[in-house]
């Protein structure tokens, strides 16, 4: 599976962005997608995901300000993005896993100013 992200940009604290992952595969047919980013000097961390029979999931710090969707008709993970903080600066990737296998976008930069 290929993945290509887009929608990163800068932006003032408390506006938003909606990031796009267009997948090469159907992206209702991909068991596990996620959101992930990767701020300077830390961790990968999950930032939201929808599962097959596992539903959506959130980071704590995320919650009631970012939503996750697939769209069906333009074949991308959507991850919505409101509210945004200085904290939310970092580098976001998606992912799609399949059983044992992980696949990796390019990443796309969101940088959030005070």
């Known amino acids: 599976v290929q993945l290509q992200a887009s929608g990163g940009g800068l932006v003032q604290a408390g506006e938003s962005l909606r990031l796009s992952c267009v997948a090469s595969?159907?992206?209702?047919?991909?068991?596990?997608v996620a959101w992930y980013r990767q701020a300077p000097g830390k961790q990968r961390e999950l930032v939201a995901s929808i599962g097959h029979g596992i539903g959506i999931d959130y980071a704590d710090s995320v919650k009631g300000r970012f939503t996750i969707s697939r769209d069906s008709v333009k074949n991308t993970l959507d991850l919505q993005m409101n509210n945004l903080r200085p904290e939310d600066t970092a580098l976001y990737y998606c992912?799609?896993?399949?059983?044992?296998?992980?696949?990796w976008g390019q990443g796309t930069l969101v940088t959030v100013s005070s």
């Open positions: 992912d799609a896993q399949r059983g044992n296998l992980n696949f």
């Open positions: 595969a159907s992206i209702h047919t991909i068991p596990v």
